[in-house]
């Protein structure tokens, strides 16, 4: 059974910064993939980043790019965001996703996905 399971949300202050992490279990991690996207109450879903399954190639939304930084560990079946000059605009849950097995489609903003988790609330106060 495929698990997906964020962790890392936080209350945090505008300018201040965190770091979520995504596990995965039940496949085959380094085949897939990863992204991560949001939703904030009342908005739709935003895909804010993506990576292939070697940790290369990696993908921004223009609202996160060059404040958040997506990485992995693939030793440890574990996707990273680090986030960093957060603002309040930030605040959603944030959820991960096993992608694709064939790497960030053009389509990587909207998905699909095969695997996503039950998502970790940010909160960005001002």
């Known amino acids: 059974r495929v698990q997906v399971l964020e962790s890392g949300g936080d209350l945090v202050q505008a300018g201040g910064s965190l770091r979520l992490s995504c596990t995965v279990s039940?496949?085959?991690?380094?085949?897939?993939?990863m992204r991560w996207f949001r939703q904030a109450r009342g908005k739709e879903r935003e895909g804010i980043s993506c990576?292939?399954?070697?940790?290369?190639?990696?993908h921004y939304a223009d609202s996160v790019k060059g404040r958040f930084t997506i990485s992995r560990d693939n030793t440890k079946n574990t996707l990273y965001l680090q986030m960093d000059s957060l603002n309040p605009e930030d605040s959603a849950k944030y959820y991960c996703a096993a992608h694709s097995r064939f790497g960030c489609s053009d389509s990587w903003t909207t998905g699909p996905d095969n695997y996503w988790g039950q998502g970790t609330q940010v909160t960005v106060s001002s």
């Open positions: 990576i292939d399954r070697l940790g290369v190639l990696r």
């Open positions: 039940g496949l085959t991690f380094n085949a897939y993939a």
